[in-house]
């Protein structure tokens, strides 16, 4: 849905075949068994003819923006992220602890040295 060359939503219609579920998989690199180990169920389900569905879903921030007469997203969306997704309002994101890391299973590695150019 388009405002005045604003898009105020969006939506699609489900994948609603087996078959062009298959081929998205294949796209994706996933094969025939991971499929069936991971997705399984949505594949059984997609064999017994799944209705078409879909939705819209509006975004009310855009249409405050419109509203106001803002000229960016980001003068009325209520917690605003910079380019780099930082949230200056609550200094996100924070440091996290070695031992928040370790309960995670994450380890960090130190960022590798580019390589000379000519070697």
């Keep these: 849905m388009v405002l005045n060359g604003t898009e105020l939503g969006g ?3 489900r994948i609603h075949d087996q078959e062009m579920q298959r081929v998205v998989f294949d796209v994706l690199g996933i094969g025939k068994e991971e499929a069936e180990e991971k997705f399984g169920f949505l594949l059984d389900a997609l064999k017994f003819g799944a209705p078409p569905h879909g939705g819209l879903a509006f975004g009310l921030d855009r ?6 007469g803002s000229r960016t997203i980001r003068d009325v969306i209520a917690f605003p992220k910079t380019q780099s997704a930082a949230d200056l309002m609550t200094d996100a994101p924070g440091e996290v602890s070695k031992e928040q890391l370790r309960d995670l299973h994450i380890r960090l590695r130190p960022k590798a040295k580019p390589e000379s150019a000519g070697e």
């Design 11 to 13: 939506g699609s219609i």
């Design 63 to 68: 249409l405050v923006m419109l509203m106001t």
